[in-house]
């Protein structure tokens, strides 16, 4: 343990020691745009970020799709030194690491699914200080055969923080613990002057607490976001026998999105995946009975958009990082609302709006509470009583949450401790408020039963009653003999359950806790049957049929937005990415909105940063124009004769892992030598060149490009716009995109040295 005056002296003096932010960046705003291409940090977010750069401790608690993420990537390349990323999946790391990249991001991660070739490489290039960010599994980071190999990075290069991820899993009172969490308060021991940052997207106070304990952190800025998301609209609508086309409405509506519907069982999943494909909607099952090769494709083509929808138990979970999920519907009941929250929570993570819908059928209520049910000792197979009666606690939180009239998002915040009295205008019951009515003789009538029963049995059998059942067991009970027997013949079984939770929620009716939900009457039910009180129940309403009238405006804005989605997708599969890596949906409908035509207004697009603008501004600016010139819009001039590339803003400099490319381009090596030498794309290796020739290191063209090939690509480089697109068609597509961009580079390397003589 640190001694406290040791700890209180190593803070003070991180915090007056501010590092200044690296050249060209004049303050945090313009970091953000050049490497993520945002303009404005999202609510929290600067100053969790200022904190990192103080080398302050942190713990960070921010929903999902809040961008904790961001809090720990950017301080880290604002900083001296590596920051270790502590993540729990691989899938997940492996994902992030491949954003990051694409953003022009030094990332990589070291786990199991690489070779011992590849890992050694990896570690050549942390030693070399290449790498900005690594990602590791706990039991990675805590091995002993790691460790010695991290002090030598602290030693040459520095560490310049830990970022924990999903830190609740520190904590044995979160959600997801896992032991191996629990290890992690060695590094803080291990380097006890290296900066903490613990992030999660849900905890609770006692968790918090047990967070900052387990990894010792010292005054640590702690930031607790609102756990409510307000992009995500929530519903809930009954499951009753034509749910099935209600699931496939919904389905539709999303004219495309990607979601993701939950189901109970196993073979729940497989039936609904299977209806939805002979219904026209392109699904993949997943659940733990499938293989690992299985599971591991159907996420890919989910992530990928080869499949719009991904029909899942709860075993999809963590691993998914897909932030353009516009659609998350329960078909069957889920367990918790914390559990729920979750599941939920991965719709809309681009804080573009997306819906919620939960199916609800009381009937579900059954099949849970026999999975309760099965929660024994695994040794004495004794029940586990405790969690028995935790798990029903919990399961009637959600039957609350799906029968009430009251605004969803005051009970799920509620969960979490968070007040919220507001009409959210994001859920069914403010923005539709359903129709109540007045059921008192519906509610004496039900009551009275529970009375002549002998309040011995449960709803189940009360409505059998009421509905003048014949069956077996209403005979043998004589119960077809009692003046209730019959008299709700005019409301069917679900009329009646729902009645009967109403009753409960309302505290009319009571429910035994002791595993058998036996009804029995309160204080209150006897002013029901007194008629000293009046019933009011929220009657639930079926999806409603009529489609919203959609202006032309918006019709033209989505006809876009499709035709730049296609655009995304094929750019992703050329590069064998998730198409969001490319570019967000949020990004994408902005550009459907303000359709810039040229490369400079382009730039100005949110999500478009310096490397993105590089590598897709030329596509998707022909896409744009294309599509209002087919629309008979008037197209905005070129603005400029050559693309605004980040040499125009911020000049891409020289770096080492350019300078490796000169060296063997010099000893005689060909481009395709370079990149199998080197291990990187052929298209980086000619990215390499072409900025060494703009900066005078390369001196002639002789082993790229002929003369001949060199005096044509200029011809049509000075014909008109030069954008790489524009200009490849001009020669017949007879050239590849890096032999243009070499010549560009030569014919500016000429032009800088011509003004030079000039001058």
């Known amino acids: 343990m640190l001694d406290p005056a040791i700890a209180t002296a190593a803070t003070?003096?991180?915090?007056?020691?501010?590092?200044?932010?690296?050249?060209?960046?004049?303050?945090?705003?313009?970091?953000?745009?050049?490497?993520?291409?945002?303009?404005?940090?999202?609510?929290?977010?600067?100053?969790?970020?200022?904190?990192?750069?103080?080398?302050?401790?942190?713990?960070?608690?921010?929903?999902?799709?809040?961008?904790?993420?961001?809090?720990?990537?950017?301080?880290?390349?604002?900083?001296?030194?590596?920051?270790?990323?502590?993540?729990?999946?691989?899938?997940?790391?492996?994902?992030?690491?491949?954003?990051?990249?694409?953003?022009?991001?030094?990332?990589?991660?070291?786990?199991?699914?690489?070779?011992?070739?590849?890992?050694?490489?990896?570690?050549?290039?942390?030693?070399?200080?290449?790498?900005?960010?690594?990602?590791?599994?706990?039991?990675?980071?805590?091995?002993?055969?790691?460790?010695?190999?991290?002090?030598?990075?602290?030693?040459?290069?520095?560490?310049?923080?830990?970022?924990?991820?999903?830190?609740?899993?520190?904590?044995?009172?979160?959600?997801?613990?896992?032991?191996?969490?629990?290890?992690?308060?060695?590094?803080?021991?291990?380097?006890?002057?290296?900066?903490?940052?613990?992030?999660?997207?849900?905890?609770?106070?006692?968790?918090?607490?047990?967070?900052?304990?387990?990894?010792?952190?010292?005054?640590?800025?702690?930031?607790?976001?609102?756990?409510?998301?307000?992009?995500?609209?929530?519903?809930?609508?009954?499951?009753?026998?034509?749910?099935?086309?209600?699931?496939?409405?919904?389905?539709?509506?999303?004219?495309?999105?990607?979601?993701?519907?939950?189901?109970?069982?196993?073979?729940?999943?497989?039936?609904?995946?299977?209806?939805?494909?002979?219904?026209?909607?392109?699904?993949?099952?997943?659940?733990?009975?499938?293989?690992?090769?299985?599971?591991?494709?159907?996420?890919?083509?989910?992530?990928?958009?080869?499949?719009?929808?991904?029909?899942?138990?709860?075993?999809?979970?963590?691993?998914?990082?897909?932030?353009?999920?516009?659609?998350?519907?329960?078909?069957?009941?889920?367990?918790?609302?914390?559990?729920?929250?979750?599941?939920?929570?991965?719709?809309?993570?681009?804080?573009?709006?997306?819906?919620?819908?939960?199916?609800?059928?009381?009937?579900?209520?059954?099949?849970?509470?026999?999975?309760?049910?099965?929660?024994?000792?695994?040794?004495?197979?004794?029940?586990?009583?405790?969690?028995?009666?935790?798990?029903?606690?919990?399961?009637?939180?959600?039957?609350?949450?799906?029968?009430?009239?009251?605004?969803?998002?005051?009970?799920?915040?509620?969960?979490?401790?968070?007040?919220?009295?507001?009409?959210?205008?994001?859920?069914?019951?403010?923005?539709?408020?359903?129709?109540?009515e007045d059921w008192t003789i519906e509610a004496q009538k039900f009551l009275s039963c529970v009375a002549r029963c002998k309040e011995r049995f449960g709803m189940a059998h009360i409505i059998d009653v009421l509905r003048g059942s014949k069956k077996q067991r209403v005979k043998q009970l004589g119960h077809d003999e009692l003046s209730t027997h019959g008299i709700g013949k005019d409301k069917t079984a679900d009329q009646w359950r729902l009645l009967g939770r109403s009753l409960l929620h309302q505290n009319l009716l009571t429910e035994t806790q002791d595993g058998y939900p036996v009804l029995q009457l309160n204080e209150a039910s006897w002013t029901v049957l007194r008629k000293q009180r009046d019933v009011f129940v929220a009657i639930p309403k079926r999806l409603e049929e009529d489609e919203p009238v959609v202006s032309g405006t918006r019709v033209e804005i989505e006809q876009l937005f499709e035709r730049l989605r296609k655009l995304r997708k094929q750019i992703a599969d050329e590069q064998g990415v998730a198409p969001y890596i490319v570019f967000s949906d949020s990004s994408l409908r902005l550009m459907a909105k303000q359709r810039p035509q040229d490369l400079n207004a382009f730039g100005k697009i949110s999500g478009v940063g310096s490397h993105k603008l590089e590598q897709y501004g030329d596509r998707f600016t022909i896409a744009i124009r294309q599509y209002c010139e087919d629309m008979g819009f008037t197209t905005a001039p070129e603005t400029t004769t050559a693309p605004i590339t980040p040499a125009k803003t911020r000049r891409p400099q020289v770096t080492n892992t350019h300078l490796q490319t000169l060296a063997l381009f010099h000893e005689g090596y060909s481009p395709q030598d370079i990149s199998e030498h080197r291990q990187i794309k052929p298209d980086t290796v000619f990215n390499h060149l072409a900025l060494l020739i703009e900066h005078e290191r390369i001196l002639s063209l002789e082993g790229l490009l002929t003369s001949e090939s060199y005096d044509e690509i200029v011809q049509a480089l000075t014909a008109g716009p030069a954008s790489l697109s524009l200009v490849w068609e001009r020669l017949d597509k007879r050239y590849e995109y890096h032999d243009i961009k070499l010549a560009r580079a030569f014919q500016r390397q000429q032009a800088k040295q011509s003004d030079v003589i000039n001058f």
């Open 12 to 436: 003070s003096s991180a915090a007056s020691d501010r590092p200044s932010l690296p050249s060209g960046f004049d303050n945090l705003e313009a970091a953000l745009k050049h490497f993520y291409g945002y303009e404005t940090f999202r609510p929290g977010q600067k100053d969790i970020i200022q904190a990192a750069l103080d080398n302050r401790d942190s713990l960070v608690i921010m929903p999902t799709g809040g961008g904790k993420s961001l809090c720990f990537q950017l301080p880290a390349l604002l900083k001296p030194g590596l920051m270790v990323v502590v993540s729990p999946l691989i899938a997940l790391m492996q994902d992030q690491v491949e954003q990051l990249q694409r953003n022009g991001i030094a990332a990589t991660f070291l786990n199991s699914s690489l070779s011992g070739v590849e890992a050694r490489s990896r570690q050549n290039d942390l030693l070399d200080g290449k790498i900005k960010l690594l990602y590791v599994a706990p039991e990675r980071l805590l091995n002993q055969n790691f460790l010695p190999f991290l002090d030598e990075i602290n030693e040459s290069l520095g560490l310049s923080a830990f970022a924990i991820d999903e830190a609740h899993c520190l904590s044995e009172w979160g959600h997801d613990f896992r032991p191996e969490y629990r290890q992690l308060s060695q590094i803080r021991q291990r380097y006890p002057y290296t900066p903490c940052l613990a992030l999660t997207a849900t905890a609770t106070e006692r968790v918090r607490e047990d967070i900052c304990q387990q990894l010792q952190l010292r005054d640590p800025f702690i930031n607790v976001s609102s756990f409510n998301r307000t992009n995500l609209y929530y519903e809930v609508v009954p499951k009753a026998r034509g749910s099935v086309n209600d699931l496939l409405k919904l389905v539709r509506k999303q004219e495309g999105g990607s979601g993701i519907i939950y189901c109970l069982s196993r073979k729940r999943v497989e039936e609904t995946a299977e209806m939805l494909k002979l219904n026209g909607i392109s699904a993949l099952p997943y659940h733990a009975g499938l293989s690992d090769k299985i599971r591991a494709e159907n996420q890919r083509r989910f992530i990928r958009d080869d499949v719009q929808v991904m029909v899942a138990t709860v075993a999809f979970g963590m691993g998914i990082n897909k932030p353009d999920v516009r659609f998350v519907i329960h078909y069957d009941l889920p367990r918790n609302i914390e559990g729920y929250y979750q599941e939920s929570g991965r719709a809309g993570r681009d804080n573009d709006p997306a819906r919620c819908t939960l199916f609800f059928n009381p009937g579900d209520i059954k099949r849970i509470e026999w999975i309760i049910d099965q929660k024994v000792d695994p040794q004495t197979g004794d029940p586990l009583e405790q969690e028995q009666r935790i798990a029903r606690q919990q399961l009637r939180q959600v039957v609350d949450y799906a029968e009430s009239s009251s605004c969803r998002r005051t009970i799920q915040l509620g969960y979490f401790g968070e007040s919220f009295t507001e009409n959210c205008g994001q859920c069914d019951n403010c923005v539709n408020p359903p129709p109540v």
